[in-house]
T-cell receptor, first 111, second 117 residues
Framework: RKEVEQDPGPFNVPEGATVAFNCTYS??????FFWYRQDCRKEPKLLMS???SGNEDGRFTAQLNRASQYISLLIRDSKLSDSATYLC????????????FGKGTTLSVSS | GAVVSQHPSWVICKSGTSVKIECRSL??????MFWYRQFPKQSLMLMAT?????????EQGVEKDKFLINHASLTLSTLTVTSAHPEDSSFYIC?????????????FGPGTRLTVL
């Protein structure tokens, strides 16, 4: 079983749509959770951290369910510039360890 | 912000040659740097964790004698792919963790695209 699993998509949505991505992780000892964004042939960039209480950053909302080992990302009012691959990422402790990446979910927003 | 650079950004080499990739933290000190590899349509996979002044820790399945890592200073880590073969062609990305941070945010370099002919 893969450590971090995501639906690869692609998700093709029109501008203005709301889209949700899901992610599951296998290691219950995982402690930190993130969503990264990766554009084609570029490095990943941190989009937001994910907290148990859920957190929002503008049009982006992230949720974590530790009991189900499930993470989600909701994007409201999609923009063309949101087109990218969204990577679900976990670490096993708070500091000093490497990131464990999912394969990513590809989003394509069209006009 | 925290900036990480990589050099070169791309390289094409013949099979059997060695290629060195540099990863630098430009405006912060990084006691820990990480090297990842990404094949097309695959996730980033950790190759090794590099700690300043000590030997790198390699992930299972990564040959330490083939992928030489040196982290000689708080701002520089190098990855040398020795005797490169076509199957080593990939996107190599480093990341650096700020020494002063208790928070596990890592800053990624722009990556190096290696093509071995």
């Amino acid at each position: 079983r893969k450590e971090v699993e995501q639906d690869p998509g692609p998700f093709n949505v029109p501008e203005g749509a709301t889209v949700a991505f899901n992610c599951t992780y296998s290691n219950s000892a995982s402690q930190s959770f993130f969503w990264y964004r990766q554009d084609c042939r570029k490095e990943p960039k941190l989009l937001m951290s994910v907290y148990s209480s859920g957190n929002e950053d503008g049009r982006f909302t992230a949720q974590l369910n530790r009991a189900s080992q499930y993470i989600s990302l909701l994007i409201r009012d999609s923009k063309l510039s949101d087109s990218a691959t969204y990577l679900c990422v976990v670490t096993l402790n708070q500091a000093g360890t490497a990131l464990i990446f999912g394969k990513g979910t590809t989003l394509s927003v069209s006009s | 912000g925290a900036v990480v650079s990589q050099h070169p950004s791309w390289v094409i080499c013949k099979s059997g040659t060695s290629v060195k990739i540099e990863c630098r933290s430009l405006d912060f000190q990084a006691t820990t740097m990480f090297w990842y590899r990404q094949f097309p349509k695959q996730s980033l996979m950790l190759m090794a964790t590099s700690n300043e002044g000590s030997k790198a820790t390699y992930e299972q399945g990564v040959e330490k004698d083939k992928f030489l890592i040196n982290h000689a200073s708080l701002t520089l880590s190098t990855l040398t792919v020795t005797s490169a073969h076509p199957e080593d062609s990939s996107f190599y990305i480093c990341s650096a963790r700020r020494s002063s941070s208790s928070y596990n945010e890592q800053f990624f370099g722009p990556g190096t695209r290696l093509t071995v002919l």
